[in-house]
């Protein structure tokens, strides 16, 4: 029932600058944490970012004050700013949600998109 589409990567050179977007739909966007995690190759899933329904943020200590987390709860879509881009942060970035069904079911649900693939390059 959950869709996130994850849209913005790319290539970039070390130093560099994306801003990742990811538009949701299927929960009550207003009341769902958004989450970006990140897989590089071979590499575990690791967590990146976190923004709560009320604004609150929170990182990873690797990219602490390099990227920053946001939402906009009238377009459903949740994006992370990622400056000063380093080689280390090449990796597919997934979108992960956490929030209520928004059909009425009241369940809680948690899903991830299909990733975007960030390349920090020379």
């Known amino acids: 029932q959950v869709q996130l589409v994850e849209s913005g990567g790319g290539l970039v050179q070390p130093g560099g600058s994306l801003k990742l977007s990811c538009a949701a739909s299927g929960t009550i966007f207003s009341l769902t944490v958004m989450n970006w995690y990140r897989q590089a190759p071979g590499r575990e899933r690791e967590f990146v970012a976190l923004?709560?329904?009320?604004?609150?943020?929170s990182y990873a200590d690797s990219v602490k004050g390099r990227f920053t987390i946001s939402r906009d709860n009238a377009k459903r879509s949740v994006y992370l700013q990622m400056d000063s881009l380093k080689p280390e942060d090449t990796a597919v970035y997934y979108c992960n949600a956490n929030g209520p069904d928004d059909r009425g079911s009241r369940r809680y649900l948690n899903s991830w998109g299909q990733g975007t693939q960030v390349t920090v390059s020379s």
């Open positions: 923004i709560t329904s009320g604004g609150g943020t």
